[in-house]
């Protein structure tokens, strides 16, 4: 580990990853339940009508109330993550100038044994790192993976209303017209469904 990297990669690693992240598993769960349905409509119903309808899944995921709940409980945790290592850091940092004064007063055997002392106590903290990175990674996919879990029962409950064979991605649209999109609508439900959630951060045993 470079000493000064562990607090900065933590900040910077886990939010975008995993948003990503469940931005794609969203995308791929709803075009596979649904698309099921589409091919059991197919080959069971003689005569059907053609219904699509629009998402937007990275809009729902980052301006839900919940999505922005738990984005805040993330950030507010991997800033305390980061603020402690960083206090951590400065702590070696000084113990480390302090052991290169003393280098000329202490024996080599000596000073090769508390360099090595303050190497582990290195270690350690990239450890202590490494475990709280988990802890985020881990917090954030188990409460998105609720949001998901949400998300894709309105979905689904939106296009058997609107007798819907085929929900796809905005993104993946060129020109539609605006009744079928259904971002709002959902945005609307998840908000009343589901407005808050709790992080739980508990580390992995």
């Known amino acids: 580990m470079s000493l000064g990297d562990t607090a900065l990669q933590l900040l910077a690693r886990t939010s ?28 069971t119903t003689p005569c059907f009508s053609d219904v699509i309808l629009v998402i937007d899944i990275k809009m729902l995921l980052e301006d839900s109330m919940v999505g922005k709940d738990v984005a805040a409980q993330i950030q ?29 007063t202490l024996s080599a055997e000596k000073y090769k044994q508390k360099e090595s002392e303050w190497q582990q106590k290195v270690h350690q903290l990239d450890q202590v790192s490494e475990r709280e990175h988990s802890v985020l990674v881990n917090a954030n996919g ?7 879990e949400a998300l894709i029962s309105i979905i689904r409950d939106t296009a058997k209303k609107r007798h819907a064979q085929l929900v796809i991605q905005k993104s993946d649209s060129v020109v539609f017209p605006s009744y079928l999109d259904i971002t709002k609508e959902t945005l609307d439900s998840i908000n009343g469904q589901l407005p808050k959630l709790v992080v739980n951060f508990a580390e992995a045993p």
Request: no cysteine.
């Open 16 to 43: 975008a990853e995993a948003m990503l992240m469940h931005v794609r598993l969203l995308q791929k769960s709803v075009l596979l339940f649904l698309s099921l349905g589409t091919l059991f409509a197919l080959f």
């Open 76 to 104: 507010k945790k991997r800033s305390e993550y980061a603020a402690d290592i960083l206090n951590q850091e400065n702590t070696l940092r000084r113990e480390r100038d302090i052991l290169h004064q003393q280098q000329s």
């Open 142 to 148: 188990t409460a998105f993976g609720e949001i998901q």
